[in-house]
């Protein structure tokens, strides 16, 4: 049988701190648009009173950021693969704080000190959770934990801050379904000077192709 609750009680924080891995759903008001759920790891869900804060790393999309911005809807999903069944949602009125923004680096310094100088960090989003509920978690299976896998955090680490920005620019300026996000909003000057630039750049790329197009029709019809 459901629990439900307004606020997350010390046995609900005792559950979310032993967990692995989250989800994240969220969606956009829009009439034949998707519903987005997002798995999560690395420890980087945190709790605080009746706030849920989950640290947001650089991926191929941006699908939360976008849905957040919009309606501010979220809901974070955990559930017990070993032990006592349980599965735990949380109901939050969420908002977006970008990165290098004032906020997000007083919420660095108070949630996540340990991350702060890594690389590919978008954004912290900060729910206040409205309800909580728990259900049994009767039919889900069991899994052993063997450890995180670092490939993301790799990978943006190889990034310097320009590359960084270029990607939220070029690969997370929008949701799937077109709503606007990390490309619309911005972060800092640097990354508006890029948006600034990058029709030129793509004017040189554009030029470059088709010289070498030329030169290599030419060397065709010498031949």
Same mark, same amino acid.
């Given at each position: ?114 991350? !702060?100088? #890594?690389?590919? +960090?978008?954004?912290?989003? %900060? ?5 909580? &509920?728990?259900?049994? *978690? ?62 030129? !750049?793509? #004017?040189?790329? +554009?030029?470059?192709?088709? %010289? ?5 029709? &030419?060397?065709?019809? *010498?031949?």
């Amino acid at each position: 049988m459901g629990k439900f609750f307004d606020a997350l009680e010390p046995n609900h924080r005792d559950f979310i701190a032993k967990q692995k891995i989250y989800f994240v759903a969220t969606s956009s008001l829009r009439q034949n648009t998707r519903v987005n759920v997002s798995p999560k790891g690395h420890e980087s869900l945190r709790v605080d009173g009746n706030q849920v804060f989950h640290l947001d790393l650089t991926g191929s999309g941006a699908e939360t950021i976008a849905h957040v911005t919009e309606n501010g809807r979220l809901t974070v999903m955990l559930c017990a693969f070993e032990g006592a069944p349980n599965i735990m949602r949380l109901w939050c009125k969420a908002r977006v704080v970008l990165a290098k923004t004032p906020e997000f680096k007083t919420l660095m310094q108070k949630y996540y000190p340990s991350w !702060i100088g #890594q690389q590919g +960090l978008r954004s912290i989003i %900060v729910g206040d959770i409205f309800q909580v &509920g728990t259900s049994c *978690g009767y039919a889900v299976p069991y899994f052993d934990y063997v450890k995180p896998r670092d490939t993301l955090i790799n990978w943006a680490n190889k990034k310097t801050d320009a590359e960084m920005e270029e990607y939220w620019c070029t690969r997370n300026a929008t949701s799937i379904d077109g709503l606007p996000n990390l490309g619309a909003n911005g972060f800092d000057d640097a990354q508006r000077n890029w948006r600034r630039k990058l029709p030129s !750049i793509q #004017q040189t790329v +554009l030029y470059t192709a088709l %010289v070498a197009t030329g030169v290599a029709i &030419g060397i065709r019809l *010498g031949h």
